[in-house]
């Protein structure tokens, strides 16, 4: 995948939102006068709704209007405004053609989103474990020792979303490997193992290491994924596109050589 950081100077990069590599339009912001910044909450939208007498279609979209907003990140009003008095100079806001995530820059910086580092997490990684990965390259710039220890953490979830106990990594990979696991991805699990233990105990990994090696982390994370999560799924969906007399007759099969073992 093309990698190219977020920058006020390009017109394409990999987004801060879903990393992916795509088209970014821009632009600049202008004063809206208002008394205080006002954030509606769902607890709002039934008594505003009374109010302003809103039809049952107009209440439901203010309902995800507030949603929207009750989830903190920026994003585009449907309404125009006409009562602006100035542009705000050295400010400016960078809109992605793929998820539409709205990001935030002051003159050279990207303010908001956090610039994350580090590979987007496989998609197949469930949610939960998936915002630890993304929280550890949140921190990646400011702590690498820190992210290494989320990674080891999401191997130790990882393992427990496979059916593992999840609290001994060194058991659950043993585990594993007898259910299947290739070895090139016990080998994975492995370094993640030793590099994030050693992380959390200062002085048993050379800090000059410590970038370097978060970094290969996520990719290693990733190889996991793919292994046990993204490979079995795929099979999985060819298979239940064979035709209904097909996976009979494999029924079938499987059920005469159970019997004659």
Not at 54 to 74: A, H, M, N, Q, W
Not at 211 to 237: C, G
Request: net charge negative.
């Amino acid at each position: 995948m093309k990698i190219v950081p977020p920058s006020i100077q390009e017109t394409a990069f990999n987004c801060p939102y879903c990393g992916a590599y795509t088209s970014q339009s821009w632009a600049g912001l202008v004063r809206d006068p208002i008394a205080t910044p006002f954030l509606p909450t769902l607890e709002d939208v039934e008594q505003f709704a009374i109010d302003r007498d809103l039809s049952k279609e107009k209440t439901e979209e203010f309902e995800e209007y507030v949603d929207r907003i009750g989830r903190g990140d920026p994003f585009l009003s449907v309404e125009q405004t006409s009562h602006y008095d100035r542009r705000i100079e050295n400010a400016w806001v960078s809109r992605c053609f793929n998820c539409h995530g709205i990001a935030v820059w002051v003159h050279k910086r990207l303010v908001y989103p956090g610039r994350k580092a580090g590979v987007a997490p496989n998609q197949d990684i469930p949610p939960e474990i998936r915002g630890d990965f993304e929280e550890a390259r949140g921190i990646f710039d400011q702590s690498p020792r820190g992210a290494a220890a989320l990674l080891r953490l999401v191997i130790q979830k990882l393992c427990a979303y496979l059916g593992e106990a999840g609290k001994k990594i060194d058991e659950d990979i043993a585990s594993l490997v007898k259910k299947g696991l290739s070895p090139q991805v016990q080998q994975a699990l492995d370094v993640v193992r030793v590099i994030g233990n050693e992380a959390v105990h200062p002085g048993t990994i050379d800090l000059r290491d410590d970038r370097p090696t978060a970094e290969r982390l996520f990719d290693l994370v990733n190889l996991i994924a793919d292994q046990m999560l993204t490979y079995p799924k795929h099979v999985q969906e060819m298979y239940d596109k064979l035709p209904a007399s097909k996976l009979e007759g494999i029924r079938k099969r499987d059920q005469r050589e159970k019997k004659s073992e």
